[in-house]
Every structure is written in C-alpha cells, then in structure tokens.
C-alpha cells in the first residue's frame, strides 16, 4: 500500500481562450469552442513529503482527471431534439 500524502494547501486555476466570432455566427470559420486550455495546479505537502512520493501523486492526477482526461479525448456525443407544441395546418 501506498503511504498517504498530506496536503496542507491546494489551489486550481483553470483558464481558457475563445474567439466568440463563431459562436455568434460572424465568421464562418472560426471554430465554435474554447481554442486553449490551461490548467495549473499549485499544492503544498506536509513537509518530509519525499519527491517520489509527489510525483506519483501529479502523475496519477493527471491520468484520473475525469474531465481533463475526456477533454483530451472526448467521446461521441449524441443530440436529439424534441418538439411540441407547434402550430399544426390541415388546409
């Protein structure tokens, strides 16, 4: 088993770009999403927190991520649309 590491502080700071031209349809081809991410995580171990044991940490975070790890590889997405109430004609 793996010795526990203590986390005294932990701070995320998330940031993204984005030209909004193509989400507001005023350029055709201007991709619709954030063109950049940047994710930048700063935390502080108990002191006599050996470096490996570190490191280990940063790498199984970074591989467990749910969110990074499904925008770094993102799944088919499926959208269906469903109406009601719309005006019906029988002429």
Avoid: W, Y
Avoid at 38 to 45: G, L, Q, Y
């Amino acid at each position: 088993m793996d010795t526990p590491v203590e986390l005294t502080s932990l701070e995320v700071n998330v940031t993204a770009t984005v030209d909004v031209r193509g989400a507001m349809a005023v350029d055709p081809s201007v991709p619709v999403g954030f063109q950049t991410m940047a994710c930048h995580i700063h935390f502080r171990a108990k002191e006599g927190t050996p470096p490996e044991l570190l490191e280990k940490l940063k790498l199984a975070a970074e591989r467990c991520c749910i969110v990074q790890q499904t925008l770094k590889s993102p799944p088919p997405v499926k959208t269906t649309f469903t109406t009601s109430g719309l005006a019906r004609s029988d002429a």
